[in-house]
């Protein structure tokens, strides 16, 4: 079938259109760094997928009767009901984010001076493990680190590294923590089998198994489509089963719940779950609603409801396929196989007149807003490297990347032939992009508030 959108649109936003000259002026004042745009200075926004998808009427109409009654509102018991089928746990919270969930569980489940192991831990998890005075330590699988391979499940967890850290200081990891799809490890999918043999690992060891489920039902739906066994399993099979091989989950579900703001956690344990609830009503909310209202419950529930659909997350698929392809033809290498919630190009391939010190992925995403209004976000040097006090790069990334992060429902196929037709326009002159230096660099959280200025 051809790819195709499985909705149509009732209501519309009009999109920035800005000439070159008002493009060039708003990506100086924003000191080139695309998180000090103004949204209405952006024509095609891929800068995050979270928090970004369009509602459907559905939602809209489920919204309406969202009941904001304190306690034990109509509303929560319906996104209990959908959040408790879904993942067959007996103890669940809504929390008002993602990071919200991970210091209330991470907090209930770690003492100081333990180590969380990860395939890959997302920065705010990273952040809520250390902020406790634990180590996260990152174990992706080996095929991970060759970006050109077709190795379908390079979000696995490297189970040969974990079992020797579990082994080496019994008592030491506190926690392995699965992220599905691994959004910091190029958004690629967990396999079952890897899943499975985690959970075997951990009931070896003694160490609670928790998922990171932002993307359960795209990692899901990677399953399906690559993993011998699943072929003729639904979405909902292979995210159920996913679940109940954990012994806590925490969710941002500003990603697969389709809203622009929620999250939930649910946990195996009675005891641990009243460590958390304790923590939950004090920081975030009654175990009721958790920091959300009436009206955002229901319209989870519904998101939650619709994002398994199979058509809907074929038709993402195929337009995260698409765009890969375009940009191959373009002239331009992705990570491969291309994920689902993002496209990741190789800028370190395609501009190699850029040294890592002058941040060819920065300078591509500064390009594809220069010529195209598109924003997207650099995962590269800028991001991950580190700096010496003149802010010149002392260790380079890996890789020189940027991310494309696809909105749920948002952009149509003709958007995403307008963004591979400015990019293949790049890809025709490379040595014309220029690199970037420092000008102000924060310590903390660099690629947030840093400004830059190009080099010729
Ligand atoms: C977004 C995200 C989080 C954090 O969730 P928020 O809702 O943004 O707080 C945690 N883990 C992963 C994998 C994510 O993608």
Not at 43 to 64: E, P
Not at 171 to 183: A, E, K, P, S
Not at 234 to 241: L, N
Not at 370 to 399: F, K, N, Q, W
Request: proline share 7%.
């Amino acid at each position: 079938m051809p790819l195709m959108e499985p909705y149509r649109i009732k209501v519309v936003e009009p999109i920035p259109i800005l000439t070159a000259q008002q493009r060039a002026e708003a990506l100086a004042r924003a000191g080139y760094n695309p998180f000090n745009l103004r949204a209405d200075e952006v024509t095609i926004d891929l800068l995050s997928d979270s928090g970004t998808g369009a509602f459907s009427a559905a939602q809209q109409a489920a919204a309406a009767l969202g009941d904001e009654s304190y306690a034990g509102a109509r509303s929560w018991f319906r996104f209990h009901e959908v959040v408790s089928d879904l993942t067959g746990f007996p103890h669940i919270y809504p929390v008002h984010q993602g990071r919200g969930a991970e210091r209330i569980l991470f907090g209930a489940l770690l003492r100081p001076g333990q180590v969380s192991l990860s395939n890959t831990h997302f920065d705010t998890t990273r952040a809520n493990v250390e902020l406790l005075g634990c180590q996260a330590r990152d174990l992706p699988c080996p095929q991970a680190k060759d970006l050109d391979s077709q190795y379908p499940f390079k979000g696995d967890l490297d189970l040969d590294a974990a079992r020797a850290a579990l082994a080496e200081e019994p008592g030491r990891v506190g926690m392995v923590i699965v992220t599905i799809t691994n959004n910091g490890g190029g958004g690629q999918p967990v396999s079952m089998a890897n899943l499975r043999a985690a959970r075997e690992l951990c009931r070896e060891f003694g160490v609670p198994l928790v998922l990171d489920a932002a993307r359960f039902a795209e990692n899901a739906w990677l399953v399906t489509q690559r993993e011998p066994g699943y072929e003729s399993h639904s979405p909902t099979e292979v995210a159920k089963e996913a679940f109940g091989l954990a012994d806590a989950a925490v969710a941002s579900l500003k990603k697969d719940g389709i809203s622009p703001m929620g999250a939930f956690l649910a946990v195996r344990d009675r005891e641990l779950a009243d460590r958390c609830e304790l923590v939950l009503i004090a920081t975030e909310g009654f175990r009721t609603y958790g920091g959300l209202a009436g009206h955002e419950l229901d319209r989870l529930a519904q998101g939650l409801r619709e994002v398994l659909e199979p058509d809907y997350l074929r038709s993402r698929a195929a337009t995260t396929a698409y765009l890969a392809q375009l940009a191959n033809d373009g002239g331009v290498d992705v990570v491969q196989p291309p994920g689902i919630h993002a496209l990741y190009l190789n800028a370190g391939r395609l501009l190699p007149h850029i040294p890592p010190g002058r941040f060819p992925g920065h300078a591509l995403a500064s390009q594809l807003y220069l010529e195209g209004g598109i924003r997207c976000a650099e995962l590269g040097s800028l991001y991950l490297g580190t700096l010496d006090e003149h802010h010149e790069l002392v260790t380079p990334a890996p890789y020189e990347l940027v991310r494309l992060a696809l909105p749920r429902r948002v952009y149509t196929q003709s958007h995403y032939e307008y963004v591979a037709e400015v990019l293949a326009g790049i890809a025709k002159r490379p040595e014309s992009v220029p690199g970037y230096r420092l000008t102000h660099s924060p310590a903390l959280l660099r690629h947030f508030n840093c400004r830059l200025e190009p080099v010729s």
